[in-house]
C-alpha cells in the first residue's frame, strides 16, 4: 500500500477543480482548523500563505495524498516550502473544544526567497479569479461559513480585467517576415540545448536563453516544448469563468487573451523578463 502524507490546503489547493488538472486524488478530505496561524494573500498576484499568527486560526481542507502526489505539488508551489505543524480536523460542524490533532504539511512562503526579495513577497490583493476558486473550494467541503464569510466572502480583491484592459504581446517588426513553426518543429527545436527553451505561447514561438543563472525559470523549464497557454489553464491557472477546456482548441480567443496578460504579468518578471524573444510564429 502506498505511503500516504496528510496535506493542509489553505489556497486553490482546497478546490477539487484544481486539486484534479495537477493529478492530485486524495484518498479523503475533510475541513481542518490550523491555530496560530493566518491566511495572508502576497506576491503580485496575490496568491495565499499560512504564517504563523499566535491566537488566530487558519482554516483549510486536510487531503490525505500519496507522497508522489505531494512530491509533485513540491514542483508545482515552487514559491513555497512545506512545514509540519499540527491541525484539527472538523467534527461536524467547527467546535475548537476536545478535537485530536493530526499532524499534516503546509505551504508557507519561501524564507530564502522572501530574505533575497522581501518586495516581491509582500501583501497583495488576491485577483477575482484565485479568490472565487478558493470560495467555491471552501464551500465544496464544508469549511465554517463564519471563516468563508469573514476571510474569503469579504475579502477585498482585484477585479479581472477588461479586455481593453489586457497586456499583450508586440510581434517584432523587420525586414524579412517571422518563420512559421508547427508545435513539432517546435519541440524539435528545444532539444538542441538543455538551457535555450522554445515554447509556443498561443500564435507565438518564445525563446528563452537560460545559459547564464536567473531565478524563478521552473516554470518556464517543466513547459519547455508544449503549447504554454494550454498548460498554465489545464494545469496552473484554472479560472471558475472559463472552466478547464479539454484541449488547446477548446480555449475561446478571450480566454487566450488572458493568458498572454497572465504570462506578461506574473511569469515574465525581473530578470528573466530579459531572457526571452518571440523568433517565430506558430502554424494553427
Known amino acids: ?32 482548523c490550523l491555530p496560530d496561524y493566518e491566511l495572508v494573500f502576497a506576491m503580485a ?7 504563523r499568527a499566535p491566537g488566530k486560526e487558519l482554516h483549510g481542507v486536510l487531503h490525505r ?3 508522489k502526489e505531494l512530491a509533485e505539488l513540491d514542483i508545482i508551489e515552487f514559491w513555497y516550502v ?75 480583491c482585484v477585479a479581472r480585467k477588461q479586455m481593453s484592459e489586457l497586456r499583450c504581446f508586440s510581434i517584432p517588426s523587420c525586414d524579412t517576415p517571422l518563420p512559421r513553426w508547427s508545435l513539432e518543429q517546435v519541440r524539435e527545436k528545444d532539444k538542441e540545448d538543455e538551457d535555450i527553451i522554445y515554447l509556443a505561447l498561443n500564435d507565438k514561438v518564445l525563446r528563452f536563453d537560460l545559459r547564464l543563472p536567473v531565478k524563478y525559470t521552473k516554470i ?14 489545464s494545469n496552473h491557472r484554472y479560472d471558475p469563468h472559463y472552466g478547464v477546456p479539454e ?3 477548446d480555449m475561446t480567443q478571450e480566454h487566450r487573451l488572458y493568458v498572454d496578460d497572465i504570462v506578461l504579468s506574473s511569469y515574465l518578471v525581473g530578470e528573466l523578463n530579459k531572457r526571452w524573444s518571440i523568433v517565430a510564429l506558430l502554424t494553427p
Open 65 to 67: 495524498i500519496s507522497r
Open 220 to 233: 518556464v523549464r517543466i513547459n519547455r516544448g508544449k503549447q504554454w497557454a494550454f498548460q498554465i489553464v
Open 82 to 156: 512545506k512545514e509540519k505543524v499540527q491541525v484539527l480536523p472538523y467534527q461536524g460542524a467547527w467546535n475548537a473544544s476536545k478535537i485530536p490533532s493530526v499532524e499534516a504539511n503546509v505551504y508557507v512562503f519561501n524564507p530564502q526567497f522572501v530574505s533575497e526579495d522581501p518586495e516581491k513577497f509582500a501583501e497583495n490583493l488576491p485577483s477575482e479569479r484565485y479568490l472565487d476558486i478558493l470560495k467555491e473550494g471552501a464551500k465544496q467541503f464544508g469549511l465554517d461559513p463564519a471563516y468563508i464569510e469573514r476571510f474569503l466572502t469579504n475579502s477585498k
Open 45 to 51: 498576484d496575490g496568491f495565499a500563505a499560512a504564517r
Open 247 to 249: 484541449k488547446y482548441e
Open 1 to 32: 500500500m502506498e505511503d500516504m502524507v496528510e496535506y493542509l490546503a489553505i489556497g486553490s489547493m482546497m478546490n477539487k477543480v484544481s486539486l484534479n488538472i495537477r493529478g492530485v486524488y486524495p484518498q479523503e478530505s475533510r475541513p481542518a
